[in-house]
Structure formats: C-alpha cells, structure tokens
C-alpha cells in the first residue's frame, strides 16, 4: 500500500511539473512569490478551479439540449467544449493567480487571446459540425463525389454497366507502390501499421455507414481489405530487403519503385479509356470516355500528372534553360517565362478554346486530356525554376570529381547534380505540389465535374437537400487539407532522412 501511495504521489507531482511548463509557456512566466516550493501548489488551485468551470460549462451546454439530434451529439459537443473551456480558463487563472502580468504584459495577454479564440473557435466548429450540420446529403452521395456521375450510376443502378472495376487496379498497384517506398524508408512497422490501420478504417467507416446507402458495400469493403493487406505485404517486403541490403541496392530499389509509379499512371489513364489501337484489335473493350471523368478521381488524375509528367518536363526544362546550347536553352527559357507569365485559369481556359486548334492535326484530346496536359506544363515551368536554383547550389568540385571518375555528361546531370538539386529544393517542390492539388479545383470552370464542382451542385440534385449546401463544400475542403497536409508530413520526413531538418544538415546529405 505504501508503494502505491508513492508511486501515486511521485505521477502528480511529476504531472504538475509538466503542467507547470507548459503553463508557462502558454501564459508566461510567473511572479515572484510563486517559486519552488509552493509552484506545485499554484498549479493544483489553477487545475481544481480550472475543472470546475470546464464542468459547469458542460452543465450549461447539456442544458440547453438540443432535441432535434441524438443524444450522443449533444454529450460530444458539451465534452468539446468543456475541453477547450477548460483550457482557456487555466490560461485565464495562471494570469491571475500566479501574477504573471507582473512579469511581463506581452506573453499574458498573447496567451489569453490564443486561448479564449481557441475555446470560441473550436465550440463554435464543433457546434455546426455535430449538432447544426445535416450530413445526409454526404452519405446519400458518397459514391458520386469520389467517383463521378457516369461511374456512379453504375454501382447505385443495377441496370447499367459498373465499370468501377477499371479503377481497382491503379488503386492497388499504387497502394503496392507507395506502401514499399515507405519501406526504404525509417517508418517504423508499428507507426505504419497504425497509419494504415486509421487509414483502412476511414475508408471502410466510409463506405459501410448505413445512412443513405444506396448500395451494396460488402464488395468494396472486401477489396479494400484486400488492398490494405496487400499494402502491408509490400511494406514488409521492403523493409526486409532494405535491413539486409547495401546502401546502392536500396537506392536502386528506389528508382525501380518510381518507374512503377510512372507506369501505374498510364496504366489508370490506360484502363479508363483503352486507345482505339487496343479495341479495334479486341484487346480491349471501349471505356469510359474522359469528358465523363468526374469526382474525386479527377483531382488525383491531374496532381498525379503534375507529379509524373510534369517533373520529368521540369527536369529537362530545368537543365534545358542552363545548357550552353542555344538550341536548348532558348526554347526552354521561352517556355519557362511563357508559361509562368499567365495564371492557371487563364491557361485553362486556352485549354479550353484554343488548343484543340494547334494539336487536332496531331491529337484529338476532350478538354481532360487538354487539361491534363496544361497541369503538366504548368506545374513543370514552375518546379523548373526551383530545380535550376538547386543546380546552381550544386559544388563544382562534385561535378569535376565526376567528371574525373569517367561518368559522362548526361550521367553527371542525373547522377550528381540532380540529386543534390532536389535534395536541397524538395521543400519548394513540395509547395508547388500543394499548390496543384489546390488548383485542380479549377477544372470546374470548364465544366468538368471533379470532387469541388460536384459539392457544389449536390444540394441541387435532392430537394430534401436544398438548403445542405454548407455541408459538401466543408466535405470538399476538408479533404483538400487532409491530403496537402499529408503531402507536407512526407515532405519533412524525406527532409529529416535526408538530413536537411537541422543547420548543416546540407553538408550531411
């Protein structure tokens, strides 16, 4: 018992200790008569008065019930903001209580005005999420949002076609792809694990929900299942082969690993809509033409093609621009300034009316295929310019030792200075990636129907839904965050492995 009690006694005091610091850099530091030895003590009165408010606050909430939702809304929405009740108030008491305005005046009141925007901020979120919002107008069109109208009425309507066995491929083989990149990489097997398992659960959350399910979710779950253990064999995999491998031989992994990924793009393109070499032959049957393209599907279509096809044209635009030659330099310096010199809407929009025109001689592309091809160029002109100023960073003496150890010119460009280049500019790279998939939204104008163009018009479609039209478009930019957000977590841990997170990490890598 007397362990008990110690152990119980050494936790809250090293609690409060933890508490203390952080209050401290919340609200500053505290006054002269609270030191060492009663500092635990300040910091319990400020937690105990904290708590109580913060139950007062849930006291109020529950209160004033909402009886047009469930009861479970209401107990999640009254314990959010109590949570954030009762850090604004432990902001507010340590002020009072430990003085420490007495201190200084910027860091106190920086603090309370983070924490009081941060309590009505959050409760005020979390209200129309959970209690004011009507998400029926999600779930009752889950499937036309990630995949589009043509696609969808095949899996809501039994009397047509369902082609969404075209995109399970390019699903898998990406999942294969990207699961053994992180393989090579130092992600731990728990961390991705739990990853892929909060991953796997989305998704299958997603589809199985019973509201508004106009369709039948065991295939999806099956396959998705499916799909997620095929990922953590491929990550497995990879992580074997990488313990007991040679640096050169993982890296060689690597470059095979971004090849299938280049692949894997045109293989989608490919299955959605076979060339007509391939159906004429019987190879293959007729597809879903690119003009019916819609939801989601389009958005990852065309930051995949800004990541595929625009950085290999950057890669040569980039060196193209430094050559000494001007039959390279000129044109890709033309293009650069060309391309760079007008907004993404309005290329676009040329797209749209004026480049059927130059390449009909060539290619008869719809506007996706149009507008695939201008997210490319754009996106290239762009990661072009960063790239060259990554090459102008790269030592001389590397490319001179190159040089001496025989390798060629182009062996050179692609083996030493690229490398480095990217090495040291993946920051840039990666915002220029965001800002993309942002700009995806932008196919709306041409009257493409992609996942924002889609939530847009959901409300229009059910007159049950009329007034829902806040909802789809929060659905819409959630998810556009989620994804930047994730892009920018894989851009730091390539940072970090790199060794560019800390000063001098350069000289590192």
Known sequence: MMSDKSQITSFTTRALEWYSEFDEGVSGKPAKWVNDSNENLFSAMVLILSL?????????????????????????????????????????????????????????????????????VVSGLSYFVIVGAEWDVIWAN??????????????????????????????????LIICSALGTTKETNRGFAIKLGILWAVCMFYVWFPAKLNYNPDGVMVNLSITALLGAGSFWASRKYTERSEEFQVNKLRSYIAISGVITFFVAIALLDPPDALI??????????????????????????????????SVLLAFGRRSDLPFFSLPSTFIIEFIRSGPMVAWLFIALFILPDIIRPFY???????????????????????LRGGLQNVPRGQVEAATALGLSSTQVKLFVELPSAVRTTLPAIVSIFIGLWKDTTLVYLLGVLDLFAISKILPATDFQFGDDYLEPLIFAATFFWVVALILSRISLKVEKSLGLVNEGGAEAT
């Open 52 to 120: 109580a408010l913060a139950v007062n606050t849930y006291i109020t909430e529950m209160d004033a019930l909402y009886l047009d939702v469930s009861e479970w809304k209401n107990i999640a929405y009254c314990l959010i903001a109590a949570l954030v009740a009762f850090f604004a108030w432990s902001t507010s008491l340590s002020v009072v209580l430990k003085g420490t305005f007495t201190r200084s005046k910027g860091a106190p009141l920086l603090g309370l005005l983070v924490a009081w925007t941060t309590y009505f």
């Open 142 to 175: 889950r499937a036309t949002l990630f995949l589009g109208i043509e696609i969808n009425t095949g899996v809501v309507n039994p009397d047509f076609e369902n082609q969404t066995w075209r995109l399970w491929p390019s699903l898998i083989l990406s999942t």
């Open 280 to 313: 004429d032959r019987g190879l293959a049957e007729k597809g879903i033409e690119p003009f019916l393209w819609g939801g989601l599907y389009v958005n990852l279509i065309l930051i995949s093609a800004s990541l595929v096809l625009g950085s290999a044209l």
């Open 364 to 386: 008869d592309a719809d506007v996706v295929m149009r507008t695939i091809f201008t997210f490319s160029i754009f996106g290239a002109c762009y990661i072009a310019e960063v």
